[in-house]
């Protein structure tokens, strides 16, 4: 079946640096990507959405200077938590709808900031 | 903002049907209703989805009242791993991809 593949599942930086989470389309091509955010004990929050070849569409108070995202091909998608801070150490998760099939999602990247 | 009401959390002995109801009263003539779960620190999992029909899968039945403001999720023979959070969405079936927007579930739990 289509299957997003989500990279890094964990990763811990120290405050002020950059993290880039990649998400992979493995056997389909994903025009459109889904970024979401999961604090704990709470729903996915959407973030932004990321259209191949074109800039982010961001949701309402969702800084796109701090969570920069690309999207250069059909297949990867990329969001980038440019000088990280604790309070952006969250579960991080991508999505893409898979043509005819609806959606899918990848594994998740747990983000904490030291 | 989410168009549909499900109760925060339910609880299930294993090996019992679970039922998990969600109210979506303002849904209009071409959406449809998806259901799906996260299990702990994963991503969510497509479970199934319908227009007004029922519909069944491997996974779980649908079951939409015929007014279409209300449905149950059916996981009939819920086993331990069935322990997770459900999501109901609706949302129309377009060309192109328009973005879910997730509401804050149900937490199933099922008891041993």
């Known amino acids: 079946g289509a299957v997003v593949s989500q990279h890094p599942s964990r990763v811990i930086c120290k405050s002020g640096t950059s993290v880039k989470i990649e998400c992979r389309s493995l056997d389909f091509q994903a025009t459109t990507m889904f970024w979401y955010r999961q604090f704990p004990k709470q729903s996915l929050m959407l973030m932004a959405t990321?259209?191949?070849?074109?800039?982010?569409?961001?949701e309402q108070g969702v800084e796109k200077d701090k969570f920069l995202i690309n999207h250069a091909s059909l297949t990867l998608s990329t969001l980038t938590v440019t000088s990280a801070h604790p309070e952006d150490s969250s579960f991080y998760i991508c999505?893409?709808?898979?043509?005819?099939?609806?959606?899918?999602f990848g594994s998740g990247t747990r983000l904490t900031v030291v | 903002d989410a168009k549909t009401t499900q109760p925060p959390s339910m609880d299930c002995a294993e090996g019992r049907a679970a039922n998990l109801p969600c109210n979506h009263s303002?849904?209009?003539?071409?959406?449809?209703v998806y259901w799906y779960r996260q299990i702990h620190s994963q991503g969510p999992q497509y479970i199934i989805h319908g227009l007004k029909n029922n519909e069944t899968n491997e996974m779980a039945s649908l079951i939409i009242t015929e007014d279409r403001k209300s449905s149950t999720l059916i996981l009939p023979h819920a086993t331990l791993r069935d322990t997770a959070v459900y999501y109901c969405?609706?949302?129309?079936?377009?060309?192109?991809?328009?973005?879910?927007?997730f509401g804050q579930g149900t937490r199933l739990t099922i008891n041993p």
């Open positions: 999505s893409a709808r898979v043509p005819g099939r609806g959606y899918t």
């Open positions: 990321s259209n191949e070849g074109s800039k982010a569409t961001y």
């Open positions: 969405i609706v949302r129309e079936l377009l060309q192109g991809a328009q973005k879910l927007v």
């Open positions: 303002t849904i209009s003539g071409n959406e449809y």
